[in-house]
């Protein structure tokens, strides 16, 4: 029964790359090939590499000294807190929210199976994500030290055990959002701003460690004296990547009685929190007065609460709203150093800043996508929108709105705190605020495109059309081309234009698309939604 159950895992983590739930059929072996071939490229290829250059970076001047141990303490540590930050969610949704945690608990299966089954789906996350730094820390020693046996087995366990202590902490980490969920009317809020807690917490990491790796290493052998009697067992687990014997032991004990810690709690818990439902509040009647709202505004609260139910739809397609404020923030802390540092690099009077910002800030507004799967999302539940007494353009502007509300006051908040930093002349300032306002609507309108000339109705889990979809990867692609085109063209083409009529052109532009987006919307996209 357990190998059913593993089979079953592992057929739901890899389904989409050989089964197309939009037809309902198996994928072509070509096209099953093109999935993996682009996720392999993208994932393993494009973060591989990166640390893999991390590595290279740091394994010769440390192993020169004799500090080997302490290469591979540090690879463990960024491998530990990248594999938390990718298998804690599908641990906490797929160990504990399971849909089918129910079904399975009914049939006469020991709950330890069904923990062990998909303890085994985390197992295969957790090496993902940590394996792409792990494996690449071990390619380097080795081919910095040279092949031996007992360094291709020490190389071997090192990446096993972090991937264990992945597993472990991802399962206790898992363990505690479940139990806090259950305490919670809604669980998309703590989910978003726990994971929201993780980005940050990431991105903090990874800028600190850039920055400290240089500073760190000029001093290296008395941070790593530090290190070696403050703790001691970073030491004795950084050894094991070495190949050394009495460290791969005593490492391994004492990963494995972690395991063993966990398991029991899993065990322990599994059942009580899989078949708990949510708190919910005791109903109380309050007389309260009903507000008049007017058509646009009803449809625009129906797409919002659908948006604030879902933590991946808000992460997904609403992280840009936080970014952009921050943004914003970081201009006016950090900007005026930085844009003299730029004016002195391509002269003031050229205005490649004012396109820059521009282009920056367009980059960060175009990641607020909720248009592309707003139709999709509609799901078996299209006909209730469609039996409303309401045009079918109120409906898709009510989408359009959606998007909007989330990403025009905050790219307007970056826009000013852009021009506060910046201090450009009042054509300038104009060109600066209304450029990326602009370009919302274009991204708004050709996400609205994208979801209506590809739409899935028929999905099992609404991340498949969010995050999964063609579309949404056109979208991100032309994104990015027109934040990037936007500065580029500038900066090889139309430096003599000077920034007012090079923007007044791109605003131009961006209007002329709009309106052709717009109307082909308004006739060809009403008649594809009213043909669903």
């Given at each position: 029964m357990l190998g059913t159950l593993i089979k079953k895992q592992i057929t739901e983590l890899f389904q989409g790359y050989v089964f197309n739930r939009k037809t309902n059929k198996m994928r072509s072996k070509a096209s099953a090939a093109g999935m993996i071939v682009f996720f392999l490229v993208l994932f393993v290829g494009f973060l591989g590499f990166s640390f893999f250059m991390m590595a290279s970076g740091l394994c010769g001047p440390l192993v020169q000294v004799g500090l080997g141990w302490l290469y591979f303490a540090l690879m463990s540590l960024i491998a530990l807190f990248l594999g938390i930050i990718g298998s804690v969610f599908s641990t906490y949704s797929s160990l504990y929210l399971a849909k089918d945690n129910d079904l399975l608990l009914s049939m006469p299966i020991p709950p330890k199976t069904i923990v062990a089954s998909r303890a085994f789906g985390v197992l295969l996350m957790s090496l993902m994500f940590s394996g792409v730094v792990?494996?690449?820390?071990v390619v380097v020693y080795l081919i910095t030290m040279g092949l031996t046996p007992a360094r291709l087995v020490g190389g071997i366990v090192f990446i096993l055990l972090v991937t264990a202590i992945v597993l472990a902490l991802s399962c206790l980490l898992g363990y505690g959002v479940a139990r806090l969920s259950l305490k919670l009317k809604n669980k998309s809020y703590i989910t978003t701003a726990i994971a929201l807690v993780f980005f940050a917490l990431y991105y903090v990491v990874y800028f600190r460690l850039t920055e400290g790796l240089q500073s760190f290493i000029q001093n290296v052998e008395q941070n790593a004296e530090k290190i070696s009697s403050s703790v001691r067992f970073l030491k004795?687990?950084?050894?094991?990547?070495?190949?050394?014997?009495?460290?791969?032991?005593?490492?391994?004990?004492?990963?494995?009685?972690?395991?063993?810690?966990?398991?029991?709690v899993l065990i322990r818990s599994f059942t009580k929190i899989a078949t708990t439902s949510a708190a919910s509040g005791k109903a109380v009647y309050r007389e309260t007065l009903a507000k008049d709202r007017t058509l646009r505004q009803t449809l625009g609260a129906r797409e919002m609460t659908h948006f604030t139910s879902s933590s991946g739809y808000m992460l997904n397609c609403g992280l840009s709203t936080i970014m952009l404020i921050l943004a914003g923030v970081a201009l006016l802390w950090k900007g005026g150093p930085v844009i003299t540092l730029l004016n002195q690099v391509f002269g003031e009077a050229s205005g490649i800043v004012l396109v820059m910002l521009v282009g920056g800030i367009s980059l960060i507004a175009f990641m607020n996508d909720t248009t592309v799967p707003s139709v999709s999302l509609e799901g078996r539940s299209l006909w209730i929108v469609r039996?409303?007494?309401v045009e079918t353009l109120d409906v898709l502007k009510a989408k359009l709105d959606l998007q909007l509300k989330l990403t025009v006051i905050p790219t307007l908040f970056c826009c000013i705190c852009a021009g506060i930093a910046l201090k450009p002349a009042p054509a300038e300032w104009v060109l600066l605020l209304a450029v990326p306002l602009l370009a919302n609507i274009l991204f708004a309108l050709f996400g609205l495109m994208l979801g209506l000339r590809h739409v899935n109705l028929n999905w099992s889990n609404e991340i498949i059309v969010i995050k999964q979809s063609l579309s949404v990867l056109v979208y991100m692609l032309f994104g990015l081309v027109y934040g990037a085109a936007v500065v580029a063209v500038y900066m090889l083409f139309a430096w003599g234009l000077g920034p007012v009529w090079y923007l007044l052109i791109v605003a131009g532009v961006t209007c002329l698309l709009s309106f052709l987006l717009w109307s082909w919307i308004r006739t060809k996209g009403v008649r594809r939604f009213e043909e669903l």
């Open positions: 792990t494996v690449p820390a004795v687990f950084g050894e094991v990547g070495e190949g050394k014997w009495p460290a791969v032991l005593a490492s391994v004990a004492l990963v494995a009685l972690l395991c063993l810690l966990v398991w029991a039996s409303l007494p």
